[in-house]
């Protein structure tokens, strides 16, 4: 016997057939004799619509609010998972963030999990209870006001409650059949991976591949989660029980025997860059220029410094999110005088590649091969950055398909 968490995403919730299919993988599990706390998203698109709804109602809003509106599709889908599986006779009920309670800081929009409280759906296991948690939701115990975890929580959720009640493995059930080497609907040619170790999935998360949630790969790592990304689109009934089904399972990386130079590409059309012209170049500039940034919140991406074009002064490029493009150019014409400059260049239309891989601590060059290869389609780097098991390049957002595809096939990756 096993203890289990099952997390299912909103396009495995979006209708009643396909909460029923949910329900008979559940069956499947209860059946071979594991304890089983399912986690359920809303269903598919009924929290953009929550968010909408919010925004119609005000542009601006207060946040606590909104954790209350879209909570609520959470709620939906874990009561009607409960009423599902009652009826195929299994028993069940759902769980709110609040009741359990999983407590969050007071972040409303995108709080942190501070603790969740195992014993009620471990007493529930005793008794044959499957426990259906209504994922991405928790409660600020001080103030007693909802929280949600910020854009594709209930992964944070599953893995959360995976290390509570100690599981032996967190499944992720979702619309495709694991992690792959880059998001199969850019890239046909990707490759499924067996394993992929936390670290990288923590790069591959945070730059651009939404098929987990950045915080949950973070407390996976903290607590040794295992996590296995699977289909919940295979029926249950063709899985046979004796065989590992397909999927990809995250670990550390001493568990991984092979490991190839790079793992994976992401990439983000959510960027934006921004270029100072001409800033003189002496001591506290960066600091005039990032100073106020940090003060208004704008997280600042990649940074690249040159020589201007008149060869005495300086050109400062940097990278912030789409969402804070306006904000930041507000920020910095406003520190105009402070900083000193000719001219702001800026450019909303650009994507962020990234090539990951644990490989890369031992191999050099890797990045090199990949300036040339997109050179020479005529693909025009704007900026670059490096760390340890990863590099980024900034691109022209039409270029995004062909650059991945381009180093997707230079670095192996494409199947056979
Ligand atoms: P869910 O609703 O189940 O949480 P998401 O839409 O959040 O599902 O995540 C699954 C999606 O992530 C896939 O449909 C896929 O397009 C996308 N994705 C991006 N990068 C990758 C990758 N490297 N491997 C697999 N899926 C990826
Ligand atoms: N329903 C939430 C969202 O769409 C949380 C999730 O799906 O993980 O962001
Ligand atoms: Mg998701």
Same mark, same amino acid.
């Given at each position: 016997?096993?203890?289990?968490?099952?997390?299912?995403?909103?396009?495995?919730?979006?209708?009643?057939?396909?909460?029923?299919?949910?329900?008979?993988?559940?069956?499947?599990?209860?059946?071979?004799?594991?304890?089983?706390?399912?986690?359920?998203?809303?269903?598919?698109?009924?929290?953009?619509?929550?968010?909408?709804?919010?925004?119609?109602?005000?542009?601006?809003?207060?946040?606590?609010? /909104?954790?209350?509106?879209?909570?609520?599709?959470?709620?939906?889908?874990?009561?009607?998972?409960?009423?599902?599986?009652?009826?195929?006779?299994?028993?069940?009920?759902?769980?709110?963030?609040?009741?359990?309670?999983?407590?969050?800081?007071?972040?409303?929009?995108?709080?942190?999990?501070?603790?969740?409280?195992?014993?009620?759906?471990?007493?529930?296991?005793?008794?044959?209870?499957?426990?259906?948690?209504?994922?991405?939701?928790?409660?600020?115990?001080?103030?007693?006001?909802?929280?949600?975890?910020?854009?594709?929580?209930?992964?944070?959720?599953?893995?959360?409650?995976?290390?509570?009640?100690?599981?032996?493995?967190?499944?992720? /059930?979702?619309?495709?059949?694991?992690? /792959?080497?880059?998001?199969?609907?850019?890239?046909?040619?990707?490759?499924?991976?067996?394993?992929?170790?936390?670290?990288?999935?923590?790069?591959?998360?945070?730059?651009?591949?939404?098929?987990?949630?950045?915080?949950?790969?973070?407390?996976?790592?903290?607590?040794?989660?295992?996590?296995?990304?699977?289909?919940?689109?295979?029926?249950?009934?063709?899985?046979?029980?004796?065989?590992?089904?397909?999927?990809?399972?995250?670990?550390?990386?001493?568990?991984?025997?092979?490991?190839?130079?790079?793992?994976?590409?992401?990439?983000?059309?959510?960027?934006?860059?921004?270029?100072?012209?001409?800033?003189?170049?002496?001591?506290?500039?960066?600091?005039?220029?990032?100073?106020?940034?940090?003060?208004?919140?704008?997280?600042?991406?990649?940074?690249?410094?040159?020589?201007?074009?008149?060869?005495?002064?300086?050109?400062?490029?940097?990278?912030?999110?789409?969402?804070?493009?306006?904000?930041?150019?507000?920020?910095?014409?406003?520190?105009?005088?402070?900083?000193?400059?000719?001219?702001?260049?800026?450019?909303?239309?650009?994507?962020?590649?990234?090539?990951?891989?644990?490989?890369?601590?031992?191999?050099?060059?890797?990045?090199?091969?990949?300036?040339?290869?997109?050179?020479?389609?005529?693909?025009?780097?704007?900026?670059?950055?490096?760390?340890?098991?990863?590099?980024?390049?900034?691109?022209?957002?039409?270029?995004?398909?062909?650059?991945?595809?381009?180093?997707?096939?230079? /670095?192996?990756?494409?199947?056979?």
């Amino acid at each position: 016997m096993a203890r289990l968490v099952m997390k299912f995403g909103g396009s495995s919730v979006a209708d009643i057939d396909r909460i029923r299919n949910v329900a008979r993988h559940v069956k499947r599990e209860v059946d071979a004799g594991h304890e089983v706390a399912v986690v359920v998203s809303a269903m598919a698109g009924a929290t953009n619509k929550l968010v909408e709804l919010c925004r119609a109602a005000s542009v601006l809003h207060d946040q606590r609010e /909104y954790d209350a509106v879209v909570a609520s599709g959470e709620q939906v889908t874990s009561g009607l998972l409960a009423i599902t599986l009652q009826a195929m006779g299994i028993a069940a009920r759902s769980w709110q963030g609040w009741q359990i309670p999983v407590t969050t800081s007071d972040q409303h929009g995108s709080a942190r999990i501070l603790g969740i409280e195992g014993g009620p759906l471990l007493d529930g296991f005793e008794a044959g209870q499957v426990a259906v948690v209504a994922g991405f939701q928790g409660i600020h115990a001080e103030s007693g006001r909802i929280a949600t975890l910020g854009r594709g929580g209930s992964d944070t959720s599953a893995v959360a409650l995976a290390a509570a009640i100690k599981a032996d493995r967190c499944d992720i /059930y979702t619309d495709v059949d694991g992690v /792959y080497t880059t998001d199969p609907r850019l890239v046909p040619k990707a490759r499924r991976l067996d394993k992929i170790a936390f670290e990288e999935m923590l790069e591959m998360a945070s730059l651009g591949a939404k098929v987990m949630q950045v915080r949950s790969i973070e407390l996976g790592m903290i607590h040794n989660v295992r996590i296995f990304v699977r289909s919940s689109f295979d029926k249950p009934e063709d899985i046979d029980p004796h065989r590992p089904p397909p999927g990809t399972l995250i670990c550390d990386e001493t568990e991984i025997m092979e490991h190839e130079v790079v793992t994976g590409i992401a990439f983000s059309r959510d960027e934006a860059q921004i270029s100072i012209r001409s800033v003189e170049d002496k001591p506290g500039v960066a600091a005039a220029i990032f100073g106020p940034l940090s003060d208004a919140n704008i997280n600042v991406d990649m940074i690249v410094q040159n020589v201007s074009a008149d060869g005495k002064t300086t050109d400062l490029t940097f990278t912030v999110t789409a969402a804070d493009f306006e904000r930041a150019k507000d920020t910095i014409e406003k520190a105009r005088s402070a900083i000193g400059f000719a001219r702001l260049d800026t450019a909303a239309e650009v994507s962020k590649i990234s090539v990951i891989g644990v490989g890369m601590r031992s191999h050099a060059g890797v990045a090199a091969s990949a300036f040339r290869a997109l050179a020479d389609r005529g693909v025009n780097i704007r900026a670059i950055t490096t760390s340890e098991i990863k590099f980024s390049l900034l691109i022209d957002a039409a270029f995004t398909e062909l650059a991945v595809r381009t180093l997707h096939t230079l /670095y192996g990756l494409d199947k056979a």
